[in-house]
T-cell receptor, first 112, second 113 residues
Framework: GDSVTQMEGPVTLSEEAFLTINCTYTATGYPSLFWYVQYPGEGLQLLLKATKADDKGSNKGFEATYRKETTSFHLEKGSVQVSDSAVYFC???????????FGQGTELSVKP | DAGVTQSPTHLIKTRGQHVTLRCSPI?????VSWYQQVLGQGPQFIFQYYEKEERGRGNFPDRFSARQFPNYSSELNVNALLLGDSALYLC????????????FGQGTRLTVV
């Protein structure tokens, strides 16, 4: 079945460092891809999405490109802030049934 | 506009008991989905309801059930609670069954002792 694999955390960075969180997926058909963020004690918030190959999703300085040839959707940010500390989830939906399939999450901690 | 609201926010139950969790979707949204998030893992899909009918079910035992009401709110019921049911239960609402963004509530933290 469809699945999502993320790089394991926790990831600890200094403020203004470059961030990459790797995400690869396995899916039949043409899924839509998402990054969600979960701040401590809160639910999930959609960070960005891409619905077809070569699309780039971006929001709040974060970006990710849908790479069909490598089945990847890596999250990047050029300069992280302390306020970016959270857990990040990569997810896909198959556009048939609407359910989201999540990776295991990557905890990011940004130190001042 | 109010977002997705879930109640209660926290509860503690004893093994073998029954629990009901509630979710009110964003106004105008017709689809509600439930997810279970065990500590340190990603959310796992439990159910999707659309227009008051079950449209999808994840790999969960029959102890888990749900329903959607005419006002599109939803309940998740879990019978015969096990320690392993301790988790954050998330509700997500979306405008339609597929192809539209899912908005998540803050979740209900269930602890089974």
């Amino acid at each position: 079945g469809d699945s999502v694999t993320q790089m394991e955390g926790p990831v600890t960075l200094s403020e203004e460092a470059f961030l990459t969180i790797n995400c690869t997926y396995t899916a039949t058909g043409y899924p839509s891809l998402f990054w969600y963020v979960q701040y401590p004690g809160e639910g999930l918030q959609l960070l960005l999405k891409a619905t077809k190959a070569d699309d780039k999703g971006s929001n709040k300085g974060f970006e990710a490109t849908y790479r069909k040839e490598t089945t990847s959707f890596h999250l990047e940010k050029g300069s992280v802030q302390v306020s970016d500390s959270a857990v990040y989830f990569c997810a896909l939906t198959d556009n048939q049934g609407g359910k989201l399939i999540f990776g295991q999450g990557t905890e990011l901690s940004v130190k001042p | 506009d109010a977002g997705v609201t879930q109640s209660p926010t926290h509860l503690i139950k004893t093994r073998g008991q029954h629990v009901t969790l509630r979710c009110s979707p964003i106004s105008g949204h017709k689809s509600v989905s439930w997810y279970q998030q065990v500590l340190g893992q990603g959310p796992q899909f439990i159910f999707q309801y659309y227009e008051k009918e079950e449209r999808g079910r994840g790999n969960f035992p029959d102890r888990f059930s749900a329903r959607q009401f005419p006002n599109y709110s939803s309940e998740l019921n879990v019978n015969a609670l096990l320690l392993g049911d301790s988790a954050l239960y998330l509700c997500a609402s979306s405008l339609d069954r597929v192809g539209t963004e899912a908005f998540f509530g803050q979740g209900t933290r269930l602890t089974v002792v």
